[in-house]
C-alpha cells in the first residue's frame, strides 16, 4: 500500500490546488459579506444609514410581528409579505413545471438536431435584457395591451381585464422569467428516463396512468425537486418582477429588502429579511436532500440498462 | 383447439430516411403450440425484434393479423394481452427493490399484499433468487439481473412468454447454465416460450422448434434435427452450423437413385425425390461428415463405399482442442471444410499443408437441398 501513497497524494494535491481559486474567491466574496451582513441584522439602524454597533434585536421582532421593543403589539405584516411572496413563489414554480414537463418529453422525443435548436431556443431569452423582456409585459398586460385589444376585437369582454399591477401579473411574468430554469433539470431528467421502463410497465399489464404513476413519475422526481427548488429560490426573492408588472400594489420579500437597503436606509433591516429567507430557503434544501436520500430514490441507472 | 398464438402473413415496413423502406417482416405465418417452445433464429435486421415487438404490442402491422387461441389481439393496447416478455436489457425498475420489481405486474393487477409477497417468493425460488427480495437491482450482476426479469415475467404466470435475446449479454458459461436452466423452467411452467437468438447453437439446445428468418420471411421451420442435418436452403444450411455446398449436375434416375456427377468428374449415386436428371442439385454435407485420408494412393478414389470421394490437396490445418480443422482444396469444387478426431497417420506422422488427401462422404451424410446455392 506504501507504494500508492506518494500517487494519492500528488492527486490529493492537484486537486487541492484547483479547489484553492475557487475556494479563495468564494471565502472573500461570499462568505465575507454574508458574515457581515449577519453581524448587521442584529445591529441599531444609524439615523442616515449605516449601523451604529449596540446589540438591537428589535430588525427580527419587526420581521415575526412586534413592532415595539417590548414584544406586546403583534402586527405581522411582514410576515403576510413573507408569505404572499412564498405563495407566489409557489405559483411560479408550479406553472412552470405545468408547463415545462410535458414540453420535456416533447423535446426529448424529437430528432437530434430539433432537440439542440429546441435547448437553444429556451436560452434565447437570455440574449435580451430582463427589463426590456418585462417592459413588453408592460405592453402585453396593459387595459390599452394587446391581449386587452384582442379579447374586446373577439367580442369575448367589453370592458378590459385588470391584470398590469396584480399579482396574476407578477405569477405570469414571473413564470416567464423562470421557464428556462425549471425547464433545463426537467428535461435532464426525462432524458435519462429510459423507454424501454416504459414499454416494459405496459407489457407487465400497468394502464398508461399506472405507469406514469408508478414509473414515469418516481423516476422523474429529481428533476421536478430540483427544477421546483431552482425556480422557487429565485423568485421568493424577486424584485424586478413586482416592481415592474405588480406596480406599487404587490409588495414581496425581494421588494421589501430592496427598499431596505436603497430607499429607507435601513441597512439592519433589510440584512435581518434576507437571513430569515435565506434561512427558510436553506431548511426548504435540507428537506429536499433528505428526500433524495431516500431508500427509493433513483440516483443512478442500473448497470445493465447502460450497456444493452 | 385454436393454436395458442397464431401469426397470419404479419407484414411490416419501415420508411427509412432518403431510402426504399425496409421490409422488417414479409408475409410471415406461425403457429405456436401449447407448452412449446419455438426459436426464433435470423441474422441481424431479420426482423426478430420486430415480430415479437408485434405480438407483446408495442409495433404495428401494416397487414395480417395476430391471434391468441383464436382471437385476435391487434386492437388490444399492449397492457391488455396476456402476453409478457423478457426484454434483452432486462428493463428493471431501477427505483424499486427485487421483491417490488418481480411483483410489478401483481401490483398493477390490484393482488393484494400477502398474496403478492407469496407469489413473488416463489417465483424468485423459481429463478434461483430466493431471499433476494429486499435487494436494490442496481446491486445486481448481469445474470442476476436477468433472472430477475424472468422471475418478473412469468409472476402473473402469463400464457406466452417473449424472450428477445435475454442471454446475449451473458458470459459464456453462465450462458451455458441459463440455457438449460430456462428449457427446464419453459417445460416446469407448461408457459409457451417465444425465444429470440442470432446464436445457432443457442436455437439448437433449446428449441423444440426452430423458425430461421432472414428478410422477414420464414426460410425454414421445424425442430433442431430437420434445420440442421435438412435444410431448405443454401441459406439454412450456410447459417446454421459450417457447411460445404457442392453443386452436382444429375445425369440420369432409374428407379429411386440417381446418378449425380460433381464438377470435376467425380459420380456418386443418391436417392431421394429432389434427384431430377437434367438439373444441377446443391449438395450439403457438414465437415464433421468428412472423413480424411492421406498419402497419393489414397487419392485414388475408393470404389467400394458408397458416397462422394474426391481428391485434394490441404491447404489449411488447426487443432481446436477436441478436433482438428481442415480445409482441403478440391479442383473443380473449391475449398471444403473438414473436421476429424485424429489427423490420419501417414509415414510422417501428421499431415502438413500442401500434402494430398482423399476425402470421403458417406451418402448418408449428404443432404440435397431444394433450390441452387444463393
Ligand atoms: N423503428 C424502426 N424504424 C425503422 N426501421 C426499423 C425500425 N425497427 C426496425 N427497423 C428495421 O427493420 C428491420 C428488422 O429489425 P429488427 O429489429 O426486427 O431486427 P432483429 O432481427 O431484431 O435484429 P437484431 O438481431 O440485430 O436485434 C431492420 O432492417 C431494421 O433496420
Ligand atoms: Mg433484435
Known amino acids: 500500500m506504501s507504494a500508492r501513497k506518494p500517487i494519492e497524494l500528488r492527486q490529493k494535491s492537484v486537486l487541492a490546488g484547483l479547489l484553492a481559486a475557487p475556494t479563495l474567491f468564494l471565502a472573500v466574496f461570499f462568505a465575507g459579506p454574508l458574515g457581515l451582513m449577519f453581524i448587521y441584522s442584529w445591529l441599531e439602524p444609524g439615523l442616515y444609514g449605516g449601523v451604529e454597533w449596540t446589540f438591537y434585536d428589535l430588525s427580527y421582532g419587526r420581521i415575526f410581528g412586534w413592532a415595539d421593543t417590548r414584544y406586546e403589539k403583534f402586527d405581522p405584516v411582514y410576515l403576510e409579505i413573507f408569505l404572499r411572496s412564498v405563495v407566489l413563489a409557489l405559483q411560479t414554480s408550479f406553472f412552470c413545471l405545468l408547463i415545462c414537463y410535458p414540453a420535456a418529453f416533447w423535446v426529448s422525443r424529437l430528432g437530434e438536431r430539433a432537440k439542440s435548436l429546441c435547448l437553444f431556443l429556451i436560452t434565447l431569452p437570455f440574449f435580451v435584457s430582463l427589463v426590456v423582456r418585462l417592459f413588453a409585459w408592460v405592453l402585453l398586460l396593459r387595459p390599452t395591451g394587446l391581449i386587452n385589444q384582442f379579447l374586446i376585437g373577439l367580442g369575448l369582454i367589453d370592458t378590459p381585464l385588470e391584470i398590469i399591477f396584480t399579482e396574476t401579473a407578477v405569477v405570469i411574468g414571473m413564470v416567464y422569467v423562470f421557464i428556462p430554469f425549471m425547464f433545463l433539470p426537467l428535461y435532464a431528467s426525462v432524458e435519462k428516463l429510459d423507454a424501454s421502463l416504459i414499454e416494459a410497465s405496459g407489457d407487465l399489464g400497468a394502464t398508461r396512468l399506472q405507469t406514469f404513476r408508478k414509473v414515469v413519475l418516481p423516476l422523474t422526481l429529481p428533476g421536478i425537486i430540483g427544477g421546483s427548488i431552482i425556480v422557487f429560490i429565485p423568485s421568493l426573492g424577486n424584485f424586478i418582477v413586482p416592481s415592474l408588472l405588480g406596480g406599487a400594489k404587490v409588495v414581496m420579500t425581494g421588494n421589501l429588502i430592496e427598499q431596505q437597503f436603497l430607499s429607507a436606509r435601513n441597512w439592519p433591516f433589510g440584512a435581518a429579511l434576507g437571513m430569515t429567507v435565506m434561512a427558510s430557503v436553506l431548511l426548504l434544501l435540507v428537506v429536499y436532500v433528505r428526500l433524495l436520500g431516500r431508500d427509493e430514490m433513483p440516483a443512478a441507472r442500473i448497470r445493465s440498462s447502460e450497456g444493452g | ?374
Open chain 2, 1 to 374: 383447439m385454436a393454436p395458442l398464438l397464431e401469426i397470419r402473413n404479419a407484414t411490416r415496413h419501415f420508411a427509412t430516411q432518403g431510402g426504399a423502406p425496409v421490409t422488417a417482416l414479409d408475409g410471415l405465418s406461425l403457429t405456436v403450440a401449447d407448452n412449446e417452445f419455438v426459436t426464433l433464429l435470423g441474422p441481424s435486421g431479420c426482423g426478430k425484434t420486430t415480430l415479437l415487438r408485434a405480438i407483446s404490442g408495442f409495433e404495428d402491422l401494416d397487414s395480417g393479423d395476430i391471434l391468441i387461441e383464436g382471437t385476435s389481439i391487434l386492437d388490444r393496447p399492449a397492457h391488455a394481452r396476456p402476453v409478457n416478455t423478457v426484454f434483452q436489457n432486462y428493463a428493471l425498475f431501477p427505483h424499486m427493490n427485487v421483491a417490488r420489481n418481480v411483483g410489478y405486474s401483481l401490483e398493477v393487477a390490484g393482488v393484494s399484499g400477502a398474496e403478492r409477497a407469496r407469489r413473488v417468493a416463489e417465483a424468485l425460488e423459481l429463478v434461483g433468487l430466493g431471499g433476494y427480495g429486499e435487494r436494490s437491482v442496481r446491486q445486481l450482476s448481469g445474470g442476476q439481473q436477468q433472472r430477475v426479469a424472468l422471475a418478473r415475467a412469468i409472476v402473473a404466470r402469463p400464457r406466452l412468454l417473449l424472450l428477445d435475446e435475454p442471454l446475449s449479454a451473458l458470459d459464456r458459461n453462465l450462458r451455458q447454465r441459463m440455457q438449460e436452466e430456462l428449457k427446464q423452467l419453459q417445460h416446469g411452467l407448461g408457459i409457451s416460450f417465444v425465444f429470440v437468438t442470432h446464436d445457432q447453437e443457442e436455437a439448437l439446445t433449446m428449441s423444440d422448434r426452430i423458425v430461421v428468418l432472414d428478410g422477414g420471411r420464414i426460410q425454414q421451420l421445424g425442430p433442431p434435427e430437420d434445420i440442421y442435418f435438412r435444410p431448405e436452403n443454401a441459406f439454412v444450411a450456410r447459417f446454421v452450423g459450417e457447411s460445404n455446398l457442392v453443386t452436382a449436375h444429375v445425369l440420369s434416375r432409374s428407379g429411386e437413385e440417381g446418378l449425380l456427377e460433381v464438377a470435376g468428374g467425380a459420380r456418386l449415386v443418391l436417392s431421394g425425390d429432389r434427384v431430377v436428371p437434367g438439373i444441377d442439385a446443391t449438395l450439403l454435407f457438414r465437415p464433421e461428415s468428412v472423413s480424411v485420408a492421406s498419402g497419393p494412393e489414397a487419392a485414388a478414389s475408393e470404389p467400394g463405399a458408397a458416397g462422394l470421394s474426391l481428391a485434394g490437396r490441404l491447404t489449411q490445418s488447426s487443432f481446436t482442442g477436441s478436433d482438428y480443422r481442415l480445409e482441403i482444396d478440391v479442383p473443380g469444387v473449391g475449398p471444403l471444410k473438414a473436421t476429424v478426431r485424429h489427423l490420419a497417420q501417414s509415414s510422417s506422422g501428421g499431415l502438413a499443408p500442401g500434402e494430398p488427401v482423399a476425402l470421403h462422404v458417406p451418402s448418408a451424410a449428404i443432404h440435397v437441398l431444394a433450390g441452387p446455392p444463393a
